[in-house]
């Protein structure tokens, strides 16, 4: 097989590795301040595809465009969600906590199915089918466009909990909760704050996905089991973690396919999460329990 | 001694004494008890038909478009002259112990005959319970071969097995090389590796070497039909460098399929699809001028029959943005039986109506081939697949030559030059 087909290969995985990156960056987020996992997180992420999807079909508005809006609004959903209901299970056993968000996740699947249907629905743009020749490399546009804009609000996240007080106060929540509450943080807040955060995060990466696949009210699930390996491959609770995860599941997953066999690419993503466990259960990039 | 003569009863004929009222019982429980379930009804009324279809879970789509079929049916047989049927509707769930059940239920609930059931699995389940309580069933679509193969008396199907399908694949691949002077050399053969694309696949291993086709498999990829990303498969494809492009597939990973093709910018000489997927209404209206050229070999209607025109008409008018597929077709052959059956038997007695539905002969239907007619196993072998082109979002037959309403377009227009 000529080179450039490995080198093709190679960078579509590492493009949409990205985008998982920053689908797991949110699931990532959120358990490393609230400690609560996220068993909705694919489903929270099927719901900004369908934003995306009724934006586009009824207004005629660019996914890219609309990134930041939708965020917002998944920022606002998360933030409610945390405070209205599962606050209240942040203190109670990890059993209970899973329940919930699993409640949570059959939830959302079944309002989606009850208002859009089961068929898929996507977007149509006008940069849809374009592709970059780079001498003999075909690179896929609409997925540098969403590796790319994975790679901004990364960087924006990453920027907010270095630089800024509320960020810094966050991270103060989830190196010690005793100790945020008793300087008078309002603990409270920053979860909200936080789960907000995560949501957003997954809601952009929902935004930018469904420029690559189709939206299905079912598509959740795979997502979520997909979001757990990168970040437990990556490092449960380290943000860069999660979009190194991405991107080695990604590329992973595509050069499988290529020297071995297609349908087992999937295979050798849970054999790379097994060597992770195996011999650094902490994550790639996760700091050891002490 | 003069004898008493009998008082006249009061009302007309008889009076009823305690020993004719003993004999008549015992005569009425003797009869029931030697006939207990020969219950003969004359053709007073409508037939019921009891449709079992995957109505809910992940077969829905295909279960809710069959029963299109269903919907458009009743004023079409009507005008043909069939006595009426009534429709039972039943949800397999798309579960094979759903469908069971499913149908005992409705034969409990009165139906005459059951109409079902799409998929294989959940078709060979209903069969079973037919064959258990003598109903007669009439498969719309499933293709697995065994469920002709056991002997079963109950059980018809006006549908290809899948060597069929694949044997007039071939054939109508063939007859399309003649006819555009096609030679293809190479071909990569991209499947989904769920049972049905696993089961296709090793069916056109075995077929094809039956038949002198001109191309050789070079590359076969296999891949999981709920993929979100084929760019991989579409890059190793492109890499085996040939002239064709055969697909087992479904319909978002043929959308998917497509938008890579585009993408990595390769447009094969033809795309030869023996599946579901390329031919579907949603392929049709997502991928818009993206969507033509490929060809389907697939059971389909001959638009050259009386029947198709009145069909299509009835499916246009009822759901004027849906385009008539398998699904329709071969539902309404389903009723269509049923109807012609009753109408012969004249009774809805499920041995009288078996044996009217053995004896069909309808040769003014819609599917290709010469008509509707059962073998001793209950096979319609007559029923053929036809070869589907894609063209400004419609569907031409462009084989067998009998069925034809349009000529191939061969080679395939490049994706990069549709405008």
Redesign the interface.
């Known amino acids: 097989m000529p080179l450039e087909i490995y080198l093709n290969v190679a960078i579509s995985g590492i493009l949409t590795g990205l985008v998982y990156g920053l689908m797991a960056l949110g699931l990532s987020v959120i358990f490393g301040v609230v400690r609560v996992v996220n068993f909705a997180h694919g489903e929270m992420m099927t719901v900004a595809m369908y934003m995306a999807v009724v934006l586009f079909s009824t207004l005629g508005l660019d996914p890219l465009i609309m990134l930041v809006p939708i965020a917002a609004v998944m920022f606002a959903l998360g933030y409610i969600l945390q405070k209205g209901v599962i606050n209240a299970f942040v203190t109670r056993p990890e059993s209970t906590q899973f329940l919930l968000m699993i409640a949570i996740a059959i939830i959302l699947v079944n309002v989606l199915l009850i208002i859009f249907g089961p068929d898929a629905q996507g977007v149509q743009t006008s940069y849809s089918y374009d592709s970059y020749a780079v001498g003999p490399l075909i690179i896929d546009a609409t997925k540098a466009y969403a590796a790319v804009a994975s790679l901004v609000v990364a960087a924006v996240l990453f920027a907010f909990f270095r630089f800024t007080r509320t960020g810094t106060a966050i991270r103060g929540c989830a190196d010690n909760h005793t100790g945020a509450l008793v300087v008078g943080l309002d603990v409270s807040h920053l979860y909200a704050l936080t789960f907000g955060l995560g949501t957003a995060c997954v809601g952009a990466a929902g935004v930018m996905l469904v420029l690559l696949v189709d939206a299905t009210p079912a598509i959740g699930p795979a997502y979520t089991l997909l979001a757990f390996i990168i970040v437990i491959t990556g490092g449960l609770g380290s943000m860069a973690g999660a979009l190194l995860g991405g991107v080695l599941i990604g590329l992973t997953e595509a050069m499988a396919g290529l020297l071995f066999t297609p349908s087992a690419k999937s295979m050798f993503g849970f054999a790379i999460l097994v060597l992770v466990l195996l011999f650094r259960p902490q994550g790639i990039l996760g700091k050891a329990a002490r | 001694m003069n004898r008493k003569s009998p008082k006249p009863s009061a009302g007309i004929g008889p009076r009823i004494t305690r020993r004719t009222f003993a004999a008549s019982a015992g005569a009425l429980a003797i009869s029931a008890g030697v006939a207990p379930f020969n219950i003969v009804r004359a053709q007073s009324g409508a037939l019921k038909v009891g449709v079992i279809l995957p109505r809910s879970g992940y077969l829905?789509?295909i279960g809710q478009d069959c029963q299109r079929g269903v919907d458009i049916a009743g004023p079409i047989l009507k005008d043909l002259g069939y006595p009426d049927l009534e429709i039972m509707n039943g949800d397999t769930e798309s579960s094979v112990d759903t469908a069971r059940s499913r149908a005992e239920k409705m034969i409990g609930d009165g139906a005459q005959v059951l109409v079902g059931a799409f998929d294989s699995g959940e078709s060979s389940a209903i069969a079973q319970v037919a064959e258990q309580k003598g109903i007669p069933f009439i498969i719309n679509i499933a293709a697995a071969p065994d469920i002709t193969e056991q002997g079963y008396k109950f059980v018809f199907r006006n549908f290809p097995t899948a060597p069929m399908i694949l044997g007039d694949a071939f054939a109508n691949q063939l007859e399309i090389f003649g006819m555009t002077g096609a030679a293809p050399k190479t071909a990569v053969f991209l499947h989904v590796?769920d049972t049905f694309g696993t089961a296709m696949a090793k069916g056109i291993g075995a077929v094809s070497a039956k038949f002198d086709l001109p191309y050789k498999i070079v590359d076969e990829?296999?891949?999981?039909p709920?993929?979100?990303?084929?760019?991989?498969?579409v890059?190793?494809a492109?890499?085996a460098n040939a002239d064709v492009l055969l697909v087992v597939s479904r319909?978002?990973d043929a959308?998917l399929m497509t938008?890579e093709l585009?993408?990595?910018?390769w447009t094969p000489q033809a795309i030869l699809s023996m599946g579901p997927g390329w031919y579907e209404d949603?392929y049709l209206k997502?991928l818009g001028k993206?969507s033509d050229d490929p060809i389907s070999f697939v059971p389909w209607y001959d638009p050259n029959k009386k029947l198709s025109p009145v069909l299509e008409a009835a499916l246009a008018k009822a759901y004027p943005e849906v385009n008539m597929n398998t699904n329709h077709i071969f539902t309404f052959e389903a009723l269509l039986v049923a109807a012609d059956s009753y109408k012969r038997a004249g009774s809805a007695d499920a041995a009288a109506l078996t044996d009217a539905i053995r004896a069909t002969n309808i040769t003014d239907n819609v599917s290709i081939g010469p008509g509707i007619m059962f073998n001793e196993k209950g096979q319609n072998a007559g029923v053929k697949d036809g070869a589907i082109q894609n063209r400004d979002g419609k569907l031409v037959t462009v084989a067998p030559k009998a069925a034809a309403n349009a000529d191939a377009v061969w080679p395939m227009t490049p994706?990069g030059e549709r405008g």
Do not use: C, F, M, P
């Open positions: 829905a789509g590796n990829i296999a891949y999981d709920a993929t979100k990303d084929l760019s991989v498969e890059a190793k492109k890499a319909l978002n959308i938008r585009v993408k990595q910018r949603q997502t993206l994706y």
